[in-house]
């Protein structure tokens, strides 16, 4: 992994420091996008004593719930890394009560749905003239039984917590195959998968209730470390360097659910994604 230069998402927990870390240990660059300052300077600190060598780590400052953070955080990549092999789309959250975000969409579908495919979108670019280069989502199984639900889209009508974040998970892997579809022919390969239950902050920020569930899961629950190997082997491996729009689980191709797999769904849902960033393109298309 010498030289190469890879961008992750919620780089300061979790999945995504522990997968940092990995991939600093095996010889990457790495540059790390955090929403608050201190934590990402601690998490740049522990990625930097994992690769052991004076590494430097390039941080980010950006609140993916904004589209104009996403927009500001990609400009600030393209000025800074002239080279992106990798970008990891990890962070995600879940919130147990409806939220509107101040683009006016609801909050778990902005962070973990709109702000991967609009950092994709903004990044792609960098990422073409980088080939190869992969890009990688953490989705979850968590999306079996989902749907997504095109006629209520900011979930005004259906809101449940966990059935939210699900849908957006089922989000995660569906921009993932219409992603691959688009990037066919560019050597840009396009991937998610499922870390299984991990221990990490998630679903921490629900009340004592949640809280307590999570203290419950605990035992049953894999390392961090554990949950980030899927995400490191596909980052780093030449078995998936000529695989695209694949789910994957403990390093194993796994076919999602039958809706993950409807690419009229995944076609469908890009192009309303396209029209839910298109008013912050706007507003920032007027600003420059
Ligand atoms: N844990 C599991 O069992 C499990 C299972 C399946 C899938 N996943 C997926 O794994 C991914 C990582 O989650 P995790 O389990 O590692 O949870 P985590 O420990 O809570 O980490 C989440 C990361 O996302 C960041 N983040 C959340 N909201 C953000 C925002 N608005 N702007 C910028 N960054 C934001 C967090 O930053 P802060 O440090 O600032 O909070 C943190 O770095 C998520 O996509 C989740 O859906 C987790």
Redo the contacts with the bound molecule.
């Keep these: 992994m010498n030289n190469k230069q890879i961008l992750i998402?919620?780089?300061?927990?979790?999945?995504?420091?522990?997968a940092a870390e990995a991939l600093a240990a095996l010889g990457a660059n790495l540059a790390i996008?955090?929403?608050?300052k201190t934590?990402?300077r601690i998490?740049s600190a522990r990625i930097r004593a994992a690769a052991g060598r004076g590494a430097t780590v390039a941080t980010f400052i950006?609140?993916?719930?904004?589209q104009a953070?996403v927009r500001r955080l990609a400009a600030e990549v393209l000025a800074r890394c002239p080279k992106l092999d990798v970008l990891v789309?990890?962070?995600?959250?879940?919130y147990g009560t409806p939220q509107l975000t101040e683009d006016g969409i609801e909050?778990t579908w902005?962070?973990?749905h709109l702000?991967p495919f609009l950092l994709s979108k903004l990044l792609l670019q960098r990422l073409k003239e980088s080939a190869p280069a992969r890009i990688i989502?953490?989705?979850?199984?968590?999306h079996q039984g989902a749907h997504i639900q095109f006629d209520d889209l900011n979930a005004e009508r259906s809101f449940r917590g966990f059935g939210r974040?699900c849908e957006?998970?089922l989000a995660?892997i569906l921009f993932t195959t219409e992603l691959a579809r688009r990037l066919e022919g560019t050597e840009v390969t396009a991937n998610c998968f499922?870390?299984?239950?991990?221990?990490?902050?998630?679903?921490?920020?629900n009340g004592l209730l949640m809280d307590l569930g999570m203290t419950i899961?605990r035992p049953m629950?894999?390392s961090?470390a554990k949950?980030a190997k899927t995400l490191v082997w596909l980052a780093t491996s030449p078995d998936v360097a000529n695989v695209s729009g694949v789910y994957f689980f403990d390093q194993e191709q796994r076919p999602p659910s039958p809706e993950a797999q409807d690419t009229e769904t995944a076609r469908r849902l890009w192009e309303i994604s396209e029209r839910q960033c298109a008013v912050s393109g706007r507003s920032a298309k007027a600003r420059s």
């Design positions: 998402t919620g780089a300061t927990n979790g999945i995504g420091l522990a996008v955090g929403r608050n934590r990402t998490a950006a609140d993916l719930s904004s953070s789309n990890n962070a995600g959250a879940m909050l902005a962070v973990n702000a989502t953490t989705a979850s199984q968590a974040y957006t998970k995660n499922h870390p299984r239950l991990v221990a990490t902050g998630f679903n921490r920020n899961l629950s894999r961090p949950g």
